[in-house]
């Protein structure tokens, strides 16, 4: 069956330190990931984008890895900060031949990021 | 710049109402979508546009119906609302097609079926 799992419900982590989260899917062949971030009680907000051709992409402090042999994505947070908690969600991107595309979500990992 | 605005933000309705929830967008994207998210399950999405006029299912589209007849407007409408439809809803838009375009969403919709 096809599932994508974000590996962790909460991720706790100190101030300062790298937070990384997973992305795993299996029985997909994405074309693209995508990564938002959601805080209580608001909608979803954009991230990154990665394209299966390539294997990272970095925007300041963030940085997405994606390794389609793995069927996996990686989500980094360097030098973390506590405005950093919340929830973050990933996203594939799949091509449907001619026709509108689809985002499938995960459930979301929620980062705690401690002072 | 408002971006996406659903309105209203809560609802409270009892089983078998109707009501509809409506999301504009001033960004003249051609594609708006409306997903449901639950605890526990990702966003799911429930009816999608690709542009004025048209609308097409998405992954859980029964007991919802949507219209597009504006490109800034899409109304998702439950006509008769059962318990199991009491969820998050967001609407989204994009201006590219398919999967990489990314979206923008609105603040959300909290409906409470009884």
Not at chain 1, 9 to 34: F, M, R, V, W
Not at chain 2, 52 to 79: H, I
Not at chain 2, 86 to 110: D, I, K, N, Q, W
Request: net charge positive.
């Amino acid at each position: 069956s096809q599932k994508i799992e974000q590996n962790s419900e909460a991720l706790n982590i100190q101030e300062g330190k790298t937070a990384t989260l997973t992305c795993n899917y299996t029985n997909y062949s994405p074309a693209y990931l995508q990564w938002y971030r959601q805080d209580p009680g608001r909608g979803p907000v954009f991230l990154l984008l990665i394209r299966e051709n390539e294997k990272e992409k970095r925007k300041e402090r963030l940085k997405v890895t994606f390794d389609t042999t793995l069927k996996q994505s990686l989500f980094h947070i360097t030098a973390s900060q506590p405005a950093d908690s919340a929830t973050y969600l990933c996203a594939l991107g799949l091509n449907y031949g001619g026709s509108q595309g689809n985002l499938i979500f995960g459930k979301g990992t929620k980062l705690s990021v401690k002072p | 710049n408002a971006g996406v605005t659903q309105t209203p933000k809560f609802r409270v309705l009892k089983t078998g109402q109707s009501m509809t929830l409506l999301c504009a967008q001033d960004m003249n994207h051609e594609y708006m979508y409306w997903y449901r998210q639950d605890p526990g399950m990702g966003l799911r999405l429930i009816h999608y546009s690709v542009g004025e006029g048209t609308t097409a299912k998405g992954e859980v589209p029964d007991g919802y119906n949507v219209s597009r007849l504006k490109k800034q407007n899409f109304l998702l409408g439950l006509e008769s609302a059962a318990p199991s439809q009491t969820s998050v809803y967001f609407c989204a838009s994009s201006y590219r097609a398919g999967p990489s375009g990314e979206l923008f969403f609105g603040e959300g919709s909290r409906l409470t079926v009884l």
